[in-house]
C-alpha cells in the first residue's frame, strides 16, 4: 500500500521508525538531496545520447545520493553505522571525472549563465539544487552529528554538474551564454 495516512497530521518517520515534523532540519535536509536525485535522474536521460559516459556516473551519483539521503534520515548511530556509507573514495571519482572534462574545455574568463542548450541548463538546476542541498546538511550539521564526507560529496558534486554544463553545451556545438559586464 503506498499511502499509510501516518503522515496526515504533518509528521514523518526517520530510518529508524522515530517520528519527527516534516519540516525538520532533517528532513529539509534528505528533502533536498531527494529532489536533486529526481533532477539528476532527468539529466541523466538528456545526456544519454552524448559520447563520454556522462549516463553512467551520473546513474552512479543517483546511487550514491540514495545513499547519502538514507543517512541524512537516519539520527540513531546504532543504526547509521549499519548502513552503507559513501566513501571517501566517491569524492576522488568525482574529482577525476571534473578535471577529466575541464581538460576538454575552453578556459574561463568570465561567468557562464546557466543555458547554451536545454541540458546545460538541466544541468545548472542540478548544481543550484546540488548547492541548497549542501546549504541544508550543513544547517543539519549545526544539530546533528554529520559525517563530513557527506557535505564533501555534494560540494564535489555541484563542481561537476557545473563542468559538465559547459561539456554538454560544447558537445552540442553550441555557444555558452557567458557574463561580460
Known sequence: M?????????????????????DDVRVEAYGTV???????????????????????????????LF????????????????????????????????????????KLHNFVIAGGNRTGAECHVCRTVCRRAERRVVSLARQAAVDAVLMRYLNRLSDYLFVLARQVVVLEGKEEDLYIN
Do not use: F, W
Not at 533532477?39 to 551520473?58: F, K, Q, S, T
Not at 566513501?87 to 576538454?104: F, K, P, V
Open 67 to 106: 545513499t547519502l539521503q538514507t543517512l541524512l534520515a537516519t539520527e540513531d548511530s546504532e543504526i547509521y553505522q549499519r548502513l552503507p556509507q559513501l566513501a571517501e573514495e566517491e569524492i576522488e571519482i568525482l574529482e577525476r571525472q571534473i578535471d577529466t572534462i575541464s581538460d576538454q574545455l575552453p
Open 34 to 64: 531527494d529532489e536533486l536525485n529526481s533532477h539528476i535522474g532527468l539529466l541523466a536521460e538528456m545526456v544519454r545520447p552524448l559520447a563520454g559516459g556522462y549516463y553512467d556516473e551520473l546513474k552512479a551519483v543517483q546511487h550514491n
Open 2 to 22: 503506498i499511502y499509510t495516512k501516518t503522515g496526515d497530521g504533518g509528521t514523518t518517520s526517520l530510518v529508524g521508525g522515530s517520528r519527527v515534523e516534516k
